[in-house]
Structure formats: structure tokens, C-alpha cells
């Protein structure tokens, strides 16, 4: 079964970097959108960013100026690169795949990772 394993998170001070990384756990025919979410305790999960497999991107207002995404297509990898982080952003990180179609032939409609703790102190 496909898996989606992040890595990345960590604690780092108001004003820090982190970079989260997401990749498939095997060989992927074709993804659609792929994107990273987050869930604060005591809070639904929300959207961070998206991005297609063409490149088109798509960043929550929280986001937009301070978080990077990108993906590698070849490698079925997503990445949020997090600068200027701030004690609001500390959650739970997930990334997701939607439309997942694997070699063998299977499709998902949605993978989920298991998330990574994020921790900004002030």
C-alpha cells in the first residue's frame, strides 16, 4: 500500500526556518495535486498550500510571502520550505496526494501522511 512519509519538522524559534519534505513509499504512475495541511490542538485542520503536477500553486492567507512549496514529479516528493515562522504556526503537519494512480494499476482518490509535529517558540 502506498504510504506518504513526511519529515522535517522540528522546534525552532520565532523568526526560523523549517523544511518539510513528503514522498510516495513507491513508484507512482501519475499524482494530481499534492499539498500540505495542518492541524493545531483545539483547531480543524487547515489548508496551507497546493500545488498541480504542473506547477500551478495555491497558498492560504497565513502562508503567502513566508511559505514555499514546490514538488519533483520524477521523485512523487512535495516539499514546504517555512521561513520567518511564528509561534502561531505551531501544528501538526500533513501532506496529501490526490488522485494517485500507482504502476500496478490501483487508484486512491486521497493519501494522507502521518504528520510532523511542528514547534515555534517565542
Known amino acids: 500500500q502506498v504510504q506518504l512519509v513526511e519529515s522535517g519538522g522540528g522546534t525552532v524559534q520565532a523568526g526560523g526556518s523549517l523544511r518539510l519534505s513528503c514522498a510516495a513509499s513507491e513508484r507512482i504512475r501519475s499524482i494530481s495535486d499534492m499539498g500540505w495541511y495542518r492541524q493545531a490542538p483545539g483547531k480543524q485542520r487547515e489548508l496551507v498550500a497546493t500545488i498541480t503536477s504542473g506547477g500551478r500553486t495555491l497558498y492560504a492567507d497565513s502562508a503567502k510571502g513566508r511559505f514555499t512549496i514546490s514538488r519533483d514529479n520524477a521523485k512523487n516528493t512535495v516539499y514546504l520550505q517555512m521561513d520567518s515562522l511564528k509561534p502561531e504556526d505551531t501544528a501538526v503537519y500533513y501532506c496529501?496526494?490526490?488522485?494517485?494512480?500507482?504502476?500496478?494499476?490501483?487508484?486512491?482518490?486521497?493519501?494522507w501522511g502521518q504528520g510532523t509535529q511542528v514547534t515555534v517558540s517565542s
Open positions: 496529501n496526494a490526490d488522485n494517485v494512480v500507482t504502476y500496478s494499476g490501483t487508484y486512491i482518490a486521497r493519501y
